[in-house]
Protein backbone atom coordinates (compact mmCIF):
# COMPACT_ATOMS: atom_id res chain seq x y z
CA UNK A 1 0.00 0.00 0.00
CA UNK A 2 1.43 3.37 -0.95
CA UNK A 3 0.87 5.84 1.70
CA UNK A 4 -0.69 9.29 0.33
CA UNK A 5 1.42 12.08 0.31
CA UNK A 6 -0.02 15.28 1.94
CA UNK A 7 0.31 18.88 1.29
CA UNK A 8 2.74 21.37 2.91
CA UNK A 9 0.28 23.77 2.86
CA UNK A 10 -3.03 21.70 4.36
CA UNK A 11 -2.03 22.45 8.01
CA UNK A 12 -2.01 26.15 7.12
CA UNK A 13 -5.33 26.21 5.60
CA UNK A 14 -6.67 24.21 8.22
CA UNK A 15 -5.45 26.28 11.38
CA UNK A 16 -6.47 29.50 9.09
CA UNK A 17 -9.96 28.52 8.64
CA UNK A 18 -10.17 27.30 11.99
CA UNK A 19 -8.54 30.25 13.67
CA UNK A 20 -10.75 32.34 11.28
CA UNK A 21 -13.78 31.01 12.19
CA UNK A 22 -12.50 31.22 16.21
CA UNK A 23 -12.09 34.78 16.04
CA UNK A 24 -15.55 35.66 14.61
CA UNK A 25 -17.42 33.86 17.10
CA UNK A 26 -14.97 35.67 19.85
CA UNK A 27 -15.89 38.71 17.90
CA UNK A 28 -19.50 38.48 17.19
CA UNK A 29 -19.63 37.44 20.93
CA UNK A 30 -17.79 40.42 22.71
CA UNK A 31 -20.08 42.66 20.43
CA UNK A 32 -23.08 41.03 21.87
CA UNK A 33 -21.89 41.87 25.02
CA UNK A 34 -21.24 45.02 24.48
CA UNK A 35 -24.75 45.54 23.19
CA UNK A 36 -26.25 44.17 26.31
CA UNK A 37 -24.35 45.98 28.09
CA UNK A 38 -24.50 49.58 26.42
CA UNK A 39 -20.64 49.90 26.20
CA UNK A 40 -18.65 53.11 24.40
CA UNK A 41 -17.22 52.27 21.28
CA UNK A 42 -13.66 52.68 23.04
CA UNK A 43 -14.48 49.31 24.54
CA UNK A 44 -14.67 47.48 20.81
CA UNK A 45 -10.76 48.01 20.65
CA UNK A 46 -10.26 45.12 23.70
CA UNK A 47 -12.96 42.83 21.69
CA UNK A 48 -10.96 43.02 18.63
CA UNK A 49 -7.56 42.47 20.46
CA UNK A 50 -9.08 39.54 21.97
CA UNK A 51 -10.14 38.24 19.03
CA UNK A 52 -6.80 38.43 17.30
CA UNK A 53 -5.33 36.44 20.37
CA UNK A 54 -8.17 33.62 20.09
CA UNK A 55 -8.15 33.33 16.28
CA UNK A 56 -4.47 33.18 16.11
CA UNK A 57 -3.95 31.11 19.14
CA UNK A 58 -6.48 28.33 17.18
CA UNK A 59 -4.37 28.84 14.30
CA UNK A 60 -1.36 28.00 15.37
CA UNK A 61 -2.56 24.81 17.61
CA UNK A 62 -5.04 23.41 14.89
CA UNK A 63 -1.84 23.46 12.42
CA UNK A 64 0.27 21.81 15.63
CA UNK A 65 -2.06 19.47 16.11
CA UNK A 66 -1.68 18.74 11.71
CA UNK A 67 1.74 18.42 11.75
CA UNK A 68 3.21 17.31 14.71
CA UNK A 69 6.30 18.82 14.11
CA UNK A 70 8.41 22.00 14.76
CA UNK A 71 5.67 23.53 16.47
CA UNK A 72 7.43 26.77 17.31
CA UNK A 73 8.39 27.34 13.23
CA UNK A 74 4.41 26.43 12.50
CA UNK A 75 3.01 28.84 15.37
CA UNK A 76 5.34 31.48 14.19
CA UNK A 77 4.49 31.11 10.22
CA UNK A 78 0.41 31.14 11.49
CA UNK A 79 1.08 33.90 13.40
CA UNK A 80 2.19 35.86 10.18
CA UNK A 81 -0.33 34.13 7.91
CA UNK A 82 -3.25 34.89 10.39
CA UNK A 83 -1.71 38.96 10.61
CA UNK A 84 -1.51 39.28 6.91
CA UNK A 85 -5.73 39.93 6.13
CA UNK A 86 -5.82 42.37 9.15
CA UNK A 87 -2.62 44.27 7.28
CA UNK A 88 -4.79 44.18 4.29
CA UNK A 89 -7.91 45.36 5.99
CA UNK A 90 -5.87 48.69 7.48
CA UNK A 91 -4.32 49.08 4.39
CA UNK A 92 -8.22 48.90 2.60
CA UNK A 93 -9.47 51.46 5.66
CA UNK A 94 -6.57 53.96 5.99
CA UNK A 95 -5.52 52.76 9.49
CA UNK A 96 -1.72 51.37 8.56
CA UNK A 97 -0.45 54.08 10.76
CA UNK A 98 -2.41 53.47 13.97
CA UNK A 99 -0.66 52.34 16.65
CA UNK A 100 -2.44 49.57 17.60
CA UNK A 101 -1.56 48.01 14.54
CA UNK A 102 2.00 46.83 15.75
CA UNK A 103 0.79 45.63 18.75
CA UNK A 104 -1.75 43.36 17.05
CA UNK A 105 1.11 42.29 15.12
CA UNK A 106 2.97 40.75 18.47
CA UNK A 107 -0.71 39.38 19.59
CA UNK A 108 -0.66 37.16 16.45
CA UNK A 109 2.43 36.25 16.41
CA UNK A 110 3.22 35.34 19.63
CA UNK A 111 -0.35 33.53 19.92
CA UNK A 112 -0.01 31.22 17.09
CA UNK A 113 3.08 30.69 18.17
CA UNK A 114 2.34 29.39 21.25
CA UNK A 115 -0.91 27.59 20.06
CA UNK A 116 1.63 25.98 17.73
CA UNK A 117 3.80 24.11 21.05
CA UNK A 118 0.72 23.19 22.33
CA UNK A 119 -0.83 21.97 19.26
CA UNK A 120 2.47 19.58 18.60
CA UNK A 121 2.29 18.78 22.68
CA UNK A 122 -0.92 17.51 22.71
CA UNK A 123 -1.34 14.49 23.60
Do not use: H, Q, W, Y
Amino acid sequence: MRKKKKSRAAPFAAGMICGGAAALITAAIGALLLSLLGASAGAAGAVAIAASAVGSFVCGRTAGIIRRRDGLKIGALCGALFFIPLLLLSLIFSTVGSFMLPIKALICFSFATVGGVAGVNKE
